[in-house]
C-alpha cells in the first residue's frame, strides 16, 4: 500500500524576507505543493530564494471542494506545504481548515516554525504575557459591539488584529484608560511600536500615518 504523504504547515516572514528558517526554505524547496493564501505573494517569496516547486490557491473563500482536492494528493502519497500570505498558517488564518480536514484523514500533520505577528508584538509589549487573550481581527459589522464589550471584562492582556481601514475606529472602541501598544508595519521598512493609552495613540498615528497591518496588545486591568 502506498504510504500517505505530509502536510506540512510553514510559518513565513510577516514583512522581512530575510525572517525565515533554514528548515523552512528546505520544505518549500522539498515538498511536491505549496498551498497559498495567495499564489502572487508567495511566489515573491519563492522568487527571493529561487524556489521553483508548484503552487496552489488555498485561502479564505476556498470550498470544501478545494481542501478535498489538496487532501486527496497527501493521501495519494504527496507532500504538501501550507503557507499563508504572512507568518504562521492557522493563526487567525483559513489554513486551520485544511489542517483538519487532513487529520481526519489521517494524513500526517507537522509544524516548521517561524514568523508570527502576535507574537512579535507580545514580545515588546512590556506587559505580563504569562496569560493572554487573542481575539484576532474585530468583526467589520455583526458582532462588533458584543466584541469590544467582551474586552471590556477581560482583565489579562489582551492582544488583536487590525486593518488600516478601521485602526482608528477600533482604537476609538478600545477602553480608554488601559496602556497599550500598537505595532505597525512590525518587521518591514515603515516599521512603528506606538504606546499609550488609546486616544494618545490615535494622535500619534494621526501625526504618522494609519497605513499598513496593524497589532494591537493591551495592558492588563
Known amino acids: 500500500m502506498q504510504s500517505k ?27 511536491d505543493l505549496i498551498a497559498c493564501e495567495d499564489t502572487r505573494v508567495t511566489k ?37 506545504a501550507l503557507v ?17 480536514v487532513a487529520i481526519k484523514a489521517d494524513v500526517t500533520v507537522v509544524p516548521i516554525p517561524g514568523a508570527s505577528a502576535i507574537a512579535a508584538a507580545l514580545s515588546v509589549c512590556g506587559f505580563p504575557t504569562d496569560k493572554f487573550t487573542f481575539l484576532g ?16 471584562t477581560i482583565k489579562q492582556t489582551v492582544a488583536l488584529y ?28 515603515h516599521e512603528h511600536i506606538y504606546r499609550g493609552t488609546a486616544p494618545e495613540v490615535i494622535e500619534q498615528l494621526n501625526q504618522t500615518s494609519t497605513k499598513g497591518e496593524f497589532v494591537i496588545v493591551i495592558a492588563p486591568r
Open 5 to 31: 504523504g505530509t502536510l506540512y504547515v510553514v510559518g513565513t516572514p510577516i514583512g522581512n524576507l530575510s525572517d525565515i528558517t533554514e528548515r523552512a526554505l528546505e520544505t518549500l524547496k522539498t515538498v
Open 44 to 80: 515573491k517569496l519563492l522568487s527571493n530564494y529561487s524556489i521553483d516547486t508548484p503552487t496552489i490557491s488555498y485561502h479564505q473563500h476556498s470550498t470544501d471542494e478545494k481542501a478535498g482536492h489538496i487532501v486527496s494528493k497527501l493521501v495519494d502519497g504527496a507532500s504538501v
Open 84 to 100: 499563508t500570505d504572512a507568518g504562521t498558517p492557522g493563526i487567525s488564518d483559513p489554513g486551520g481548515k485544511l489542517v483538519e
Open 137 to 152: 481581527f474585530p468583526p467589520n459589522k455583526k458582532g462588533r459591539k458584543t466584541y469590544f464589550e467582551n474586552i471590556e
Open 162 to 189: 487590525e486593518s488600516k481601514h478601521r485602526i482608528i475606529k477600533t482604537l476609538e472602541q478600545l477602553p480608554q484608560d488601559r496602556t497599550l501598544i500598537v505595532g505597525r508595519e512590525l518587521t518591514k521598512m
